[in-house]
């Protein structure tokens, strides 16, 4: 599933904006933009801790190569819902190892969200633990690829075709067939 708004154009959007007021409503109008959080999904499994407001995540694994991550995410309240659209840019669709080594701190700082929503700081550190644990425990459960602990076997090649020309004169065309001249 593609994302709602992809993380360059948010960025763009917030580094048009300098009033706090604009960029909390543009928080609000991205996470709007959210697809609807499935009900089987916001168990309390699926629950983040930590936050005020209620949030459910959940990801599931998109086969590769290269392996993948889709998350997907839901809160009661729209702030929240808008710190989830940002998440969910940054760290949907790519591997374990592109998620944990993102620099999230720098994208908040980049979009200033620490000073936009300080009372929701808690929550978002717990949601960013999250993501960045599903994805370690993704990558730890990745098969290793196999080591060849032994030679390959030697296959013999096919007779060129001047090599097979010289042998049918010869008589023998190189399928084990005597054949006689005429």
């Given at each position: 599933?593609?994302?709602?708004?992809?993380?360059?154009e948010i960025?763009?959007e917030?580094?048009?904006?300098?009033?706090?007021?604009d960029?909390?409503?543009?928080?609000?109008e991205?996470?709007?933009?959210?697809?609807?959080l499935?009900?089987?999904l916001?168990?309390?499994?699926?629950?983040?801790?930590?936050c005020q407001?209620?949030?459910?995540?959940s990801?599931t694994?998109?086969?590769?190569?290269p392996?993948?991550?889709?998350?997907?995410a839901?809160?009661?309240a729209?702030?929240v819902?808008?710190?989830?659209?940002?998440l969910?840019?940054a760290?949907?669709e790519?591997?374990?190892a592109?998620?944990?080594?993102?620099?999230i701190?720098?994208?908040?700082?980049?979009?200033?969200?620490p000073?936009l929503?300080?009372?929701?700081s808690?929550g978002l550190?717990a949601?960013?633990r999250?993501?960045?644990?599903?994805?370690?425990?993704?990558a730890?459960?990745?098969?290793?690829?196999?080591?060849?602990t032994?030679?390959l076997?030697?296959?013999?090649?096919?007779p060129?075709?001047?090599?097979?020309?010289?042998?049918c004169?010869?008589g023998?065309?190189?399928?084990?067939?005597?054949r006689?001249?005429?």
């Open positions: 599933m593609p994302l709602a708004v992809p993380l360059h960025r763009d917030f580094a048009d904006l300098d009033d706090p007021v960029r909390t409503t543009y928080l609000i991205v996470g709007r933009t959210l697809p609807p499935a009900d089987q916001k168990t309390e499994e699926n629950r983040v801790l930590g407001a209620r949030v459910w995540l990801a694994e998109r086969p590769g190569p392996r993948t991550l889709e998350f997907f839901d809160s009661d729209q702030i819902k808008g710190l989830i659209a940002v969910l840019a760290y949907s790519k591997t374990p592109e998620i944990v080594a993102f620099p701190d720098k994208l908040f700082s980049e979009l200033k969200l000073a929503v300080p009372m929701r808690n550190t949601m960013v999250r993501i960045q644990s599903i994805a370690k425990l993704a730890d459960s990745q098969p290793s690829l196999p080591v060849a032994q030679s076997p030697l296959v013999p090649l096919k060129r075709a001047t090599d097979a020309a010289a042998e004169a010869g023998s065309c190189g399928d084990g067939i005597k006689e001249r005429s």
